[in-house]
């Protein structure tokens, strides 16, 4: 009975969606705590963005979803430096990560990349130069800890599901 509870929930799309999105939300939590001085906010974003509720594909779309957050908040970076208004950097910035998605076939995940872009260049009138700097690195490390988090949960089931195998 508890074996057959086992294998129902590590092989249910929803439930390990669920606890990668709360293993992932945990971490990006304490780093908000640990480092107030931070905006780790972005991180946590990025976390939940980079993990894949599809299960059957959750390794190649996390990787794809990282690969595109990532091209996307460096594509808002390097935008970010231009010496034009900040609407032409945005439009700029998501014509540039459009094209990178196409270039390296990520268009399905473009999505991604364009909350990045948008991530890096809105400003708040508050915000010094430093600030997208931040939240490229920030960002960056959300991007990390999503896909840590679906490749440790994926290799956990697989474990798992061949120790009920037995």
């Not at 990787?63 to 032409?88: A, C, E, H, Q, T």
Request: with cysteine; aromatic share 12%; charged share 15%.
């Amino acid at each position: 009975m508890v074996t057959s509870i086992v294998k129902r929930a590590i092989n249910s799309q929803f439930l390990v969606y669920l606890l990668r999105c709360i293993i992932g939300f945990l971490i990006g939590w304490i780093l908000i705590l640990k480092f107030p001085q931070y905006d780790f906010f972005w991180a946590l974003l990025s976390i939940i963005l980079v993990i894949s509720p599809e299960e059957n594909q959750a390794k190649k779309l996390t990787i794809d979803r990282f690969k595109s957050n990532f091209l996307g908040s460096l594509s808002g970076l390097v935008v970010f430096f231009l010496p034009i208004d900040d609407l032409y950097k945005i439009i700029l910035g998501i014509i540039i990560t459009c094209i990178f998605c196409r270039i390296f076939n990520l268009l399905n995940v473009a999505r991604s990349a364009l909350v990045a872009v948008l991530i890096i260049l809105i400003e708040h009138k508050n915000d010094s130069l430093f600030a997208p700097i931040s939240r490229f690195l920030t960002t960056a490390v959300g991007c990390f800890i999503g896909l840590g988090v679906t490749l440790v949960t994926s290799i956990m089931i697989q474990e798992i599901n061949k120790f009920y195998e037995k």
